[in-house]
């Protein structure tokens, strides 16, 4: 763990990471400290600030450039020069060479490379954090990419992630740092980030994603070739597409971006509302448009290794909130946030209204472009502190899936409206949800295992009647129990101030003499306060 700080100390150095601190921004202390830091005698370089940034998340491995992955899609929150170097991490990563990865295909598929493919390129097609993926042709004539998970790669991330804890650690000592749930949170990291090293597991999401929709206009899903995937390689059919970020090639392609940025938005909510299984990596490097029908354009997606559900009540709160918020409808919101447990079931509404509203109401009905986001969030972030509102774990990856959207809705067509794109599609959701259509597909869902209980429903009954008369029963004798017990208590006690009147009165009869010479020789207040003590004692 200390070579690994070490490590991640040293390429912050080596790449000046420093220098991209805006030092007139903090405080006084640490305006001072940087001035005097030592980092200051070593030189910057010849490469620009974005490249050094760029270079030193490459070293530092998979989980960092992960992060920058990230970053790169919000153009509006990094300046230009350090965005367009983070876009080259979505698919340009340093790759490991050609001979290794035939190497590795051989390996996992157990036979000779020429076996399995006509044709295989030694040269990388892309090359990113977890996986590089390789141009072939099967002996069919159809072609393929195959995806090869990076040698040595589960040490690293392993190391990475148990700083990680380490860091979630400290920071739940903080008091007020608790409701952010670090532990929980790394830990849903983990899970989501560990699940990209298995190609079974992306492969089997890339089949349930091309499921979900088959014959859609909206989205293509390239189909997985089953006979040559494994754990650590995957084979799959290549897609011919645009990449979104390329602004240039699509506007050159007459790509209607206004009508490519309100379909995203409605794959991101048909993913999450109507399949409950969504797409939750959806960076740049992971998407594509198809030319072929430039007025009615087509997303493709590929990578599926981090995908995303939700339970039944979360998807109706989430739906529920959603709608409440581009209602303008606060106090429904801050009620939807207490009966969820989201908030302290002591939190008012109207004060948690109001809190809301003061964050939120500047931004609903405006366009992506007059929206800062930076702001709302920091006002968010200090509404959850202010009312203690914790963390929800099972949503941080939809949170980073939506700001991934957003950051492609920017890019595409900033003018788009994102609240009257998504709140017919959810007002559709909702009415189908709690309407007669979705009682009726409830019903027929749940209809074999009710037509199984059905014939056992008396015997149930009856059963049930039984384990209630038996529980009465034992009820009944508990409480004859404790009656018994507290008559037997009563009369022990009774007893015990018998035996104590009668063991004062053999004391009083035994010392009578000195007693009443005693008596005779104190004045009357002195005799009643005896008498008082005395009467207690028998009374006690």
């Given at each position: 763990?200390?070579?690994?700080?070490?490590r991640i100390?040293?390429?912050?150095?080596?790449?000046?990471?420093?220098?991209?601190?805006?030092?007139?921004?903090?405080?006084?202390?640490?305006?001072?400290?940087?001035?005097?830091?030592?980092?200051?005698l070593?030189?910057?370089?010849?490469?620009?600030?974005?490249?050094?940034?760029?270079?030193?998340?490459?070293?530092?491995?998979?989980?960092?450039?992960?992060?920058?992955?990230?970053l790169?899609?919000?153009?509006?929150?990094?300046p230009?020069?350090?965005?367009?170097?983070?876009?080259?991490?979505?698919?340009q990563?340093p790759?490991?060479?050609?001979?290794?990865?035939?190497?590795?295909?051989?390996?996992?598929?157990?036979?000779?490379?020429?076996?399995a493919?006509?044709?295989?390129?030694?040269e990388?097609?892309?090359?990113?954090?977890?996986?590089?993926?390789?141009?072939?042709?099967?002996?069919?004539?159809?072609?393929?990419?195959?995806?090869i998970?990076?040698?040595?790669?589960?040490?690293?991330?392993?190391?990475?992630?148990?700083?990680?804890?380490?860091?979630?650690r400290?920071?739940?000592?903080?008091?007020?740092?608790?409701?952010?749930r670090?532990?929980?949170?790394?830990?849903?990291?983990?899970a989501?980030?560990?699940?990209?090293l298995?190609?079974?597991?992306?492969?089997?999401?890339t089949?349930?994603?091309?499921?979900?929709?088959?014959?859609?206009?909206?989205?293509?899903?390239?189909?997985i070739?089953?006979?040559?995937?494994?754990?650590?390689?995957?084979?799959?059919?290549?897609?011919?597409?645009?990449?979104?970020?390329?602004?240039?090639?699509l506007?050159?392609?007459?790509?209607?971006?206004?009508?490519?940025?309100?379909?995203g938005?409605?794959?991101?909510?048909?993913?999450?509302?109507?399949?409950?299984?969504?797409?939750?990596?959806?960076?740049?490097?992971?998407?594509?448009?198809s030319?072929?029908?430039?007025?009615?354009?087509?997303?493709?997606?590929?990578?599926?290794?981090?995908?995303?559900?939700?339970?039944?009540?979360?998807?109706?709160?989430l739906?529920?909130?959603?709608?409440?918020?581009?209602r303008?409808?606060?106090?429904?919101?801050?009620?939807?946030?207490?009966?969820?447990?989201?908030?302290g079931?002591?939190?008012?509404?109207?004060?948690?209204a109001?809190?809301?509203?003061?964050?939120?109401?500047?931004?609903?009905?405006?366009?992506?472009?007059?929206?800062?986001?930076?702001?709302?969030?920091?006002?968010?972030?200090q509404?959850?502190?202010?009312?203690?509102?914790?963390?929800?774990?099972?949503?941080?990856?939809?949170q980073?899936?939506?700001?991934?959207?957003?950051?492609l809705?920017?890019?595409?067509?900033?003018?788009?409206?994102?609240?009257?794109?998504?709140k017919p599609?959810?007002?559709?959701?909702?009415?189908?949800?709690a309407?007669p259509?979705?009682?009726?597909?409830?019903l027929?869902?749940?209809?074999?295992?009710?037509?199984?209980?059905?014939?056992?429903?008396?015997?149930?009954?009856?059963?049930?009647?039984?384990?209630?008369?038996?529980?009465?029963?034992?009820?009944?004798?508990?409480t004859?129990?404790?009656?018994?017990?507290?008559?037997?208590?009563?009369?022990?006690?009774?007893?015990?101030?018998?035996?104590?009147?009668?063991?004062?009165?053999?004391?009083?009869?035994?010392?009578w003499?000195?007693?009443w010479?005693?008596?005779?020789?104190?004045?009357?207040?002195?005799?009643?306060?005896?008498?008082?003590?005395?009467?207690?004692?028998?009374?006690?």
């Amino acid at each position: 763990m200390s070579l690994r700080l070490f490590r991640i100390a040293w390429v912050i150095a080596r790449f000046r990471l420093d220098t991209l601190i805006p030092a007139e921004r903090l405080p006084g202390i640490l305006r001072v400290s940087m001035k005097l830091s030592p980092l200051r005698l070593l030189p910057t370089g010849p490469h620009t600030r974005g490249k050094r940034l760029r270079l030193a998340l490459e070293a530092l491995g998979p989980i960092f450039v992960k992060f920058g992955q990230m970053l790169s899609t919000r153009r509006d929150l990094l300046p230009p020069d350090i965005a367009d170097e983070l876009k080259r991490l979505q698919d340009q990563v340093p790759p490991f060479p050609g001979e290794q990865a035939r190497a590795l295909v051989e390996e996992e598929l157990g036979m000779d490379i020429d076996a399995a493919f006509a044709e295989f390129t030694h040269e990388p097609l892309a090359s990113a954090s977890i996986a590089q993926v390789h141009c072939a042709r099967l002996h069919s004539g159809e072609d393929v990419v195959v995806k090869i998970i990076r040698p040595n790669i589960d040490g690293v991330m392993r190391k990475d992630i148990g700083l990680l804890y380490t860091f979630a650690r400290l920071l739940k000592r903080v008091p007020e740092a608790k409701r952010l749930r670090p532990v929980e949170v790394v830990a849903d990291y983990e899970a989501t980030l560990f699940d990209e090293l298995d190609l079974h597991k992306e492969a089997a999401n890339t089949s349930q994603l091309k499921r979900n929709f088959r014959d859609s206009p909206l989205l293509y899903v390239p189909a997985i070739h089953w006979s040559l995937t494994r754990k650590q390689v995957m084979v799959q059919e290549r897609i011919h597409g645009i990449p979104v970020a390329d602004m240039d090639a699509l506007q050159a392609a007459g790509i209607d971006l206004r009508r490519l940025a309100e379909r995203g938005v409605e794959i991101f909510f048909t993913q999450v509302f109507r399949d409950n299984f969504f797409h939750a990596d959806m960076h740049p490097g992971n998407i594509f448009v198809s030319a072929d029908n430039p007025h009615d354009p087509q997303y493709i997606a590929i990578d599926c290794g981090i995908v995303g559900s939700l339970t039944r009540e979360d998807q109706d709160y989430l739906a529920r909130n959603l709608l409440a918020f581009f209602r303008q409808d606060y106090y429904e919101v801050a009620v939807l946030h207490i009966e969820s447990g989201w908030v302290g079931e002591d939190t008012r509404a109207n004060e948690f209204a109001a809190a809301i509203r003061a964050v939120c109401e500047p931004i609903l009905e405006k366009p992506l472009k007059d929206i800062s986001f930076g702001q709302v969030l920091l006002g968010l972030f200090q509404t959850a502190r202010r009312f203690n509102m914790e963390v929800q774990p099972q949503l941080v990856l939809l949170q980073k899936t939506l700001l991934n959207i957003e950051g492609l809705g920017r890019q595409l067509y900033p003018d788009l409206d994102l609240w009257s794109t998504a709140k017919p599609y959810l007002e559709q959701w909702m009415k189908e949800r709690a309407g007669p259509r979705g009682f009726w597909d409830a019903l027929t869902k749940h209809a074999p295992e009710l037509s199984r209980q059905l014939p056992e429903l008396p015997v149930l009954a009856h059963q049930a009647l039984a384990r209630s008369e038996d529980s009465h029963r034992q009820q009944r004798q508990q409480t004859e129990a404790l009656n018994a017990l507290r008559r037997r208590l009563r009369g022990a006690g009774t007893r015990a101030r018998r035996l104590r009147f009668g063991a004062l009165l053999i004391a009083v009869a035994l010392a009578w003499q000195p007693l009443w010479e005693w008596a005779h020789s104190q004045p009357w207040p002195v005799l009643v306060a005896a008498a008082l003590g005395l009467l207690l004692i028998a009374w006690r």
